[in-house]
């Protein structure tokens, strides 16, 4: 049986993107050994990661003052190094705390420096992103931090706060399924394991310009500027996971990039949504319509008996990896860039059948 | 022609661990979808990960009170970590600066805390380790911390200073290439690049004892804790390195485990210092005997000319990545776990018939 694979995260990526990997994993271009073997000195090694460096720009339509940065650590490192490398004595980080993603965000910010809570959605149980007059920035804030999609949660950032203060962006759950709005950002990171890549490797995007104000007391790895003195090869890349990377950013522009994908997520999005909002409360979104996720579609059945029995039954059927986070529950199913339409659409086949046979 | 490939690192791995990958990278046990994307929570690759977890301890002898972590960042990180986790006021850190890299650890420790160098080689031009009444250190040193091996200067450490102060090791470039005397030790790292596996997954092995006195208000990545709480899986780990490293150490305890590898690394390095001693002066190598690595047989030939020559003919044989590092040029003979004694043969042939032809 073929498996459909609605993981959060390690998540699918292109059949054609492994199958490439494959053949070429033992003897890379005929040099009779492997790229992971290779001297990240080069030259097999280098031209695959400026690769991966120029299409990156391409693909997410990076303006020409930022600098494109493959880190390791995750977007759990960058919660550290954003705070690190930004903030100072007189110069605070506000961040939206919109879920889970943000309070961790915001949780290593308080080591760092003055961070604080600029909108806290506990009082509306993280259903929804913040309107922007909600969002209360404070005199001398260096950045608002945004997590654009909360997977757990299932909210997306929609419009983003333009504010007059440079945003900060963890985007892990929604790169490359929309265009981002480089005017508004200093920094935009995410790591690769659910739209980009496999995991052990950030994409990092900085704007240029802060370079010269970003801290420089820090350990080699925690700066910013060492990484982008080296092109990201100050010290050994993780060579497999930014080779990858590159094939799904070519995959990406061979089907139409950006706009291509925005316009296949709402039309994923759109068939399981439909499939919720058909269903007469059956199954039901905990989300406000405004912040529904087009990656993560969170949603409940009446109980957790049928809840448990949705997800044995789907596993059964072949789709796996509907499990909702172990902190909330219920089910959710992540329709990342590398998931079909079909996938979406036997989900919601299946949806309807179990609606039918327990409803 | 099939190469013979001398990268200092990223380097050679044993080529049955890079089919195997291959063979499983697009479907993973038939499951129909690879194990890079599949979720870190289960059920597939906790087993992998468990496994590589059990395999590095048995494999590395590692005792029962230390454990096994699998972190990124490489070793560059860890400059950074060990005296952030470590040290604190009043605890200093002592390094024996033996070269290139150690150099970089202090670096990093002077940003953490009060590091000092307890020797540095300047003034044998690196050229040797340090003999252990060499080393002094001051009163509340809370780690010596040593490089096992410089890849650069091609020096390597054999008999550990026992001096009654826990030792921090760097074992990047000689993991897996002999016994680990644990009694001596808090804290071993390496990235695994060179004898374990590919970029971009650092082993780390901390003795349990010393988490209770590490340092706490570090951002979550940053803190051995966070690592040590979650068994690695904290934050979304590098699958596909972690994945071929347990292939790897598979691989190690089927040739018989680190006494069939520290055997073999001793005859693989005899073979080229016998070449080097027996050629008259021709190839010169400016390490001490005592200190010459198993793991980087570097050595010079009488002019630049000639070793540029040399270079050149050496690759148009096959034998690929012998160029020196930058900062030291001549010439580099990397000589990990996975290079087998005809890979060295072939070079010690080549250089007797170079030096035939130039002598």
Chains 1, 2 share one sequence.
């Not at 960058?78 to 506000?94: D, T």
């Not at 990858?244 to 950006?258: D, R, S």
């Amino acid at each position: 049986m073929k498996l459909i694979n609605f993981s959060a995260g390690p998540a699918m990526l292109p059949r054609s993107v492994l199958e490439q990997a494959r053949d070429e994993l033992v003897d890379y271009g005929g040099a009779g050994m492997s790229l992971v073997e290779m001297s990240h000195r080069g030259p097999e090694y280098p031209a695959v990661h400026e690769q991966a460096v120029a299409l990156a720009r391409r693909v997410f339509e990076v303006p020409a003052d930022f600098s494109v940065l493959f880190l390791q650590g995750g977007a759990t490192l960058q919660f550290s190094m954003v705070p690190m490398n930004l903030l100072c004595p007189g110069k605070a980080g506000g961040y939206v705390v919109s879920g889970a993603w943000a309070k961790k965000a915001i949780a290593d910010g308080r080591l760092y420096g003055d961070a604080y809570a600029a909108w806290d959605g506990a009082g509306v149980h993280y259903c929804r992103m913040p309107r922007p007059e909600e969002i209360e920035l404070r005199e001398g804030t260096r950045y608002l931090h945004v997590t654009s999609n909360e997977t757990i949660g299932g909210i997306q950032m929609f419009g983003w706060p333009a504010l007059g203060v440079p945003l900060v962006g963890d985007m892990s759950s929604d790169y490359l399924s929309r265009p981002i709005p480089w005017e508004h950002f200093d920094v935009v990171y995410g790591g690769a394991q659910k739209n980009l890549g496999p995991a052990g490797v950030t994409l990092v995007f900085l704007r240029q310009a802060i370079l010269e104000s970003t801290n420089r007391g820090l350990g080699a790895y925690l700066r910013y500027g060492y990484h982008d003195d080296g092109n990201s090869l100050a010290n050994t890349p993780p060579v497999f996971a930014i080779w990858l990377v590159g094939k799904v950013l070519c995959w990406v522009e061979k089907q139409g990039g950006l706009g291509a994908m925005e316009a296949a997520s709402r039309r994923r999005a759109g068939i399981l949504y439909a499939a919720i909002d058909a269903s007469g409360d059956f199954y039901r979104s905990p989300v406000e319509p405004t912040s529904r996720s087009l990656m993560n579609v969170v949603f409940r059945l009446p109980t957790d008996d049928l809840e448990e029995r949705f997800l044995a039954e789907a596993a059964a059927a072949g789709l796996v990896g509907l499990k909702g986070h172990r902190s909330v529950g219920g089910c959710r199913a992540s329709i990342y860039n590398a998931m079909s339409v079909e996938g979406v659409e036997a989900l919601a086949g299946f949806m309807a059948q179990f609606r039918a046979a327990n409803g």
